[in-house]
């Protein structure tokens, strides 16, 4: 994201700019966390930006001095009257028709462009024209001949559909096809980009789509949904790593359960990596409703309790460490790890609710757990849980003033960590490494050893950017932030603070960036 606003900063010293973000209610939580920082770093540029949505919206910039508000009401009565004329183009309606068009309408322009459409396309008569926009919109469908059916195949892929799936799917000859979308396109309903076989094509209104969507009978749509995965799997392989979310909602609509949670899964894991947070959170959440569906209970467990650690994980980034939901989706994790035997690959569960409890200030529990899992870990010889209970106990030692007593589990668990075996133990939440040598830092700091502190803190904060992690990164300039308030170095405590910010900034981790 920073990438991208220096690269608006310089076009916009080069020459003024405009921007357009379209029907932002629709946007996606890191398109959106890039509208709010384009917002707040335009104050002092030359750019127009011009953001649409509708009144549910809720933007967190409004109110700033760089922002002003401008409601778009409905159309009054001479502008629906223009707006018919401009429609109508060189055919005059009689002025009775047009105020009809006028007063059903309510000022609504899709609605007056539409019903103006059909009666130019059915006569001038308003006898049997449909009353309301949905109806309007799928008389104009039916009246098109032959296009019914691609419309709705195009409107179950999606707003915009590409003309390679329309014909995987479609079972029309090739030449019906292109008329039926010449049809479609000439009326107006969608816009094309391109030839064929390389065309796209728009519906030019979301209520196009679901007004043509709508009418599929729910056995047929059902069909239509799984038709489209296969093709997209048949066809655009690619996809399925890039956007394996695509093959997702296309399964759940279709009723296939099974894959339908493979591939939330597989886009919150891959989500998650990217530390799209907000979106990994979101699809993982995808793909426990769609769980609870499955008939054989063991096999939903272990997804279960992999989803809902996974869960947890990324939420402690969105949310926060102490926020309900990331205790929610640890509660519920460490139960179902209990129930399947406490297996070792799920160690990031007990883990994290240590550290749910521990930032919630229940630190008597965070103690408890973090030595549950250390004895566990002992009794298996498994170092992987003996080093993440290190960690814990550490943190959470150092937080009831035992600071000899956490130097020696930090040190101990930084010993045994070896990068390759253990990488497993940070996915999708904290690198435990980046994480200890930050709270050894502070420890150390009060136990009288300043200099090695701020050389930890100089570590973790190094090992982060070298495994190319945000959100350890984040946390650790925060730690070292604060540690350098702790030894009086104000300057450079700015500077990191500021750096911190940014980074929390751009990749959506609210608790910190506050």
Known sequence: MEALIRQLEALARQQPLLMVF????????????????TIERLRNLPVLLIVTFRSEFKPVWTGQPQVTMLTLNRLDRRNRSALVARIAGGEALPEEVVDQIVDRTDGVPLFIEELTKSVLESGVSLVGIPTTLHDSLMARLDRLTGVRLVAQIGAAIGRQFPYVLLRAVSDLPEDELQVALACLVGSELVFQRGAPPDAVYTFKHALVQDAAYGSLLRSTRQ?????IAEALEAHSLGLMDTQPELFAQHYAEAGLVEKSVAYWSKAGHRSAARSAMAEAAAQYQRALDQLVLLTDPRDRKWQDLELSGALGAVLTATKGYAAPETGRAYARARKLWEELGSPAEFLQVPYGQAVYHAIR????????LDEDLLRLSRQRNDTAGIVLGHFSSGRDLMSVGRFSSSRSHLEDGLALYDSAPHRFLFQGGLH??????SVLGIVLLCLGYPDRALEQSRAAITEARRVAHPASLALSMIQG?????????????????????????????LSWRA
């Open 481 to 509: 932030a604060r540690l350098l308030f702790l030894v009086g170095d104000d300057r450079v405590m700015d500077e990191q603070s500021q750096q911190a910010v940014e980074i929390a900034t751009e990749q959506g981790f």
């Open 223 to 227: 069909q239509l949904h799984g038709q």
């Open 361 to 368: 200030g229940e630190l008597n529990m965070a103690c408890c």
């Open 432 to 437: 435990p490494r980046v994480n200890s040598q």
């Open 22 to 37: 379209e029907d932002a209610h629709w946007i996606d939580p890191t398109s959106g966390e890039m509208l709010d920082l």
